[in-house]
T-cell receptor, first 117, second 109 residues
Framework: GAVVSQHPSRVICKSGTSVKIECRSL??????MFWYRQFPKQSLMLMAT?????????EQGVEKDKFLINHASLTLSTLTVTSAHPEDSSFYIC?????????????FGPGTRLLVL | GQNIDQPTEMTATEGAIVQINCTYQ??????LFWYQQHAGEAPTFLSY??LDGLEEKGRFSSFLSRSKGYSYLLLKELQMKDSASYLC??????????WGAGTKLIIKP
């Protein structure tokens, strides 16, 4: 149990375009989902916390107008990178906190590798 | 400020035992997590400690001392597939995870 999927797993796009990444909890309900970014050889950096039915809470330094988060249901959150630039190239990982399992544990999706040319 | 410290890199031999330490200073404490992350992949959950003591799960064990702000992850009978980064994370009073930078574990034959 506690499986989280992400789509796409890898995306290459041109500078200035927008990219949407989906995060789904497959076998549990997640009231809270988290979006992380990880640059090579660095630790995870929390970008935002997403609660179902409400606006996301962004970490300091993360532009909410650039990284649009929608948590429309208990099993789906999306991250849209708007007007992507090469410096946005990174590994984006979502995680979900299970409502009906150990509430403290976060389960991670497989990640999405974004390359902006 | 909030701080999680763990060694940057460790090397061990296949079949041996290795202990990865983690010390923390956070605003509140709601548990400590260990995750394993292979290169190019997302982290996978290994363990969760909220009470003092040792939690054993197969070849992996995790220990916590809240009074000392200290935890360790113990890996026994090391296998080559255990080569990965091991991330220590503490959940603070706001139920946010504070992440360490990770310990890269290199297993040699």
């Amino acid at each position: 149990g506690a499986v989280v999927s992400q789509h796409p797993s890898r995306v290459i796009c041109k500078s200035g375009t927008s990219v949407k990444i989906e995060c789904r909890s497959l076998d549990f309900q997640a009231t809270t989902m988290f979006w992380y970014r990880q640059f090579p050889k660095q630790s995870l950096m929390l970008m935002a916390t997403s609660n179902e039915g409400s606006k996301a809470t962004y970490e300091q330094g993360v532009e909410k107008d650039k990284f649009l988060i929608n948590h429309a249901s208990l099993t789906l959150s999306t991250l849209t990178v708007t007007s992507a630039h090469p410096e946005d190239s990174s590994f984006y990982i979502c995680s979900a906190r299970a409502l009906n399992l150990a509430a403290e544990t976060q389960y991670f999706g497989p990640g999405t590798r974004l390359l902006v040319l | 400020g909030q701080n999680i410290d763990q060694p940057t890199e460790m090397t061990a031999t296949e079949g041996a035992i290795v202990q990865i330490n983690c010390t923390y200073q956070t605003s509140g404490f709601n548990g400590l997590f260990w995750y394993q992350q292979h290169a190019g992949e997302a982290p996978t959950f290994l363990s969760y400690n909220v009470l003092d003591g040792l939690e054993e799960k197969g070849r992996f064990s995790s220990f916590l001392s809240r009074s000392k702000g200290y935890s360790y992850l113990l890996l026994k009978e090391l296998q080559m597939k255990d080569s990965a980064s091991y991330l220590c994370a503490v959940m603070d009073s706001n139920y946010q995870l504070i992440w360490g930078a990770g310990t890269k574990l290199i297993i040699k034959p």
